[in-house]
């Protein structure tokens, strides 16, 4: 790609919007420019991208326009670096692990769920738990199969006043615990009205210091030998893989006077254990909704026996 193959398509935009609006063919040409150097977008798709935003600005009807992006729902999104447009409810966030990073949680609709990220450099609006958006020019990614989209720079967002059921993906995987993570065994959470959020020493991040309740939880790592998945099994089927009662793991804490000392038995009982899980997936962990403890496949005894048929 040379300058001239950019400034050819900035003319042909510019020369589409001239008449709605005050837009340069050098404002345009960086535009192009951003997405393919920094977001190493294909200048096709960069090209569709800028038009979109200015077919937007101009209040055109997309239809007209054969760059449009494709509305997908969430179940859709099965390939990376496509450009699309979703409307989506914020189900969570999360807290941003980096400074590039100014947002970063889950997008819901009828079909599923699915992570995004909103780059701080975007300089984009907040986006507010439970709320339903608009979301243009967002760019479809892909880590370990599991996809997600990203909101740049060119994403518009309009908040819809409207609600939107989300619906749930669920999933069967099966594998060796080899994990159980920080926060699992005997916790409390806020005993707020619909308020289920993990109190850290003694205090909620939304309704700061409470009076908490308790309850358990394992927060648990499966490996087939191929992929990991985590998995979060909540009180009832913890008490069902640890034969130990949440009043069972509250007196056990009040003798040790240590809540530790649950999540120790936990690793004790389970670590290497075989299981088979079927749950919805939330962002990137499935929810134990069954579990079953199948003997663990040998690939050398499968191989032989298809073999023999």
Known sequence: MTETDLRTHATEIHEQFADQLDVSVEEIE?????????????????????????????????????????????????????W?????KVVDLWDARSDAVAQVGLLGDETGTIKFTKWSKSDLPELEEGAVYDLRNVVTDEYEGRFSVKLNRTTTIEELDEDLEVGEQSVDIEGALVDIQSGSGLIKRCPEEDCTRVLQNGRCSEHGEVEGEFDMRIKGVLDDGEEVFEVIFDCEMTEALTDITLEEAQEMAMDALDTSVVAEEMHEKLLGRYYRVTGPTFGRYVLADEVTEPEPTDPEAALIKARSI
């Open 30 to 82: 960086e535009r192009l420019d951003m997405l393919v150097t920094e977001y190493n977008v294909p200048l096709s798709e960069a090209r569709r991208s800028v038009t979109n935003t200015y077919v937007d600005d101009a209040g055109m009807d997309r239809g007209d326009l054969q760059a449009g992006n494709e509305r997908k729902s969430v179940a859709d999104v099965d390939s990376p670096e496509e």
């Open 84 to 88: 699309i447009d979703l409307k989506a």
